[in-house]
C-alpha cells in the first residue's frame, strides 16, 4: 500500500533564504506527484505536476523535482518571503486510479521577517 | 474565475443531528470528492462520485453519506453527527479520466460537533 510522508512537520527559516521541502513514498509505480499549497482555514492550491516521466518542473520560485527509484520529490523555495508562510502538502497518483490521490501529512513552513 | 463553493466556512451541531455539507462547482467537472483533514493525519478520503448518482467509498466512509443528483452539487451526509467527527471537511473536483491536473478545492467546512 502506498504511503506518502513529509518531514518535517513544521520547518522555520529567516526570510530571502533557499529552502527544500522533503515528499518520500513508498511505492515507486506512480502515475504523477503533486505539489499543493494551503493557507490557515482555507482550501489547497495546486502548485506543481510532475509526470512519472518528468524529473522536475519549474514554475516562477519554485522547483519541483521527482526520483521516482529513491521514492523521493523535493520542492525548492528560491529567495523565501513571508508570503510563502502556508502548509505544503504532497499527493502522489497511483497508476491503477483514475481518482484517488494519496496524501502526505504536510509540511507547515512559516518565514521569518 | 472557477471555483469549488463550500455552503458553511464554520459548523457548530449537537452530537446524534443529521448534517448536510454542500458542495457546488461550476467548471464542468465530472469528479468530485469529500476529503477530512486532521492535524498530522493529511487528507482522508470519505467519498467521491465521478458521475450524476455515482458514487464510490474511499478510506474512511463509516457513518457518512453522499448525495450527487446534479453534475454540479455533491452533498455529504453526517447521518448522525459524533464527537469525533469534528474536523475540517474539504470538497474537490476534477476533470474526468485521469483529470488531476484539474484539481480544484472549495475552502473548506470547519465542523464542530458538541
Known amino acids: 500500500k502506498q504511503e506518502v510522508t513529509q518531514i518535517p512537520a513544521a520547518l522555520s527559516v529567516p526570510e530571502g533564504e533557499n529552502l527544500v521541502l522533503n515528499c518520500s513514498f513508498t511505492?515507486?509505480?506512480?502515475?504523477?506527484l503533486q505539489w499543493f499549497r494551503q493557507d490557515p482555514g482555507k482550501g489547497l492550491t495546486s502548485l506543481l505536476l510532475?509526470?512519472?516521466s518528468q524529473r522536475e518542473q519549474t514554475s516562477g520560485r519554485l522547483n519541483a523535482s521527482l526520483d521516482k527509484s529513491s521514492g523521493r520529490s523535493t520542492l525548492y523555495i528560491a529567495a523565501s518571503q513571508p508570503g510563502d508562510s502556508a502548509t505544503y502538502l504532497c499527493a502522489v497518483k497511483p497508476p491503477d486510479s483514475n481518482y484517488q490521490l494519496i496524501w502526505g501529512a504536510g509540511t507547515k513552513l512559516i518565514i521569518k521577517p | 474565475d472557477v471555483k469549488v463553493t463550500q455552503s458553511s466556512r464554520y459548523l457548530v451541531k449537537r452530537t446524534g443531528e443529521k448534517v448536510f455539507l454542500e458542495c457546488v462547482q461550476d467548471m464542468d467537472h465530472e469528479n468530485m470528492f469529500w476529503y477530512r483533514q486532521d492535524p498530522g493525519l493529511g487528507l482522508r478520503l470519505i467519498y467521491f462520485?465521478?458521475?450524476?448518482?455515482?458514487?464510490e467509498k474511499g478510506d474512511i466512509p463509516e457513518g457518512y453519506s453522499v448525495s450527487r443528483e446534479k453534475k454540479e452539487r455533491f452533498s455529504l451526509i453526517l447521518e448522525s453527527a459524533s464527537t469525533n467527527q469534528t474536523s475540517m471537511y474539504l470538497c474537490?473536483?476534477?476533470?474526468?479520466?485521469?483529470?488531476?491536473?484539474?484539481?480544484?478545492f472549495g475552502s473548506g467546512t470547519r465542523l464542530t460537533v458538541v
Open positions: 462520485s465521478y458521475d450524476v448518482k455515482m458514487k
Open positions: 510532475i509526470q512519472s
Open positions: 474537490a473536483s476534477s476533470l474526468g479520466g485521469t483529470g488531476t491536473r484539474s484539481y480544484t
Open positions: 511505492d515507486s509505480a506512480i502515475y504523477n
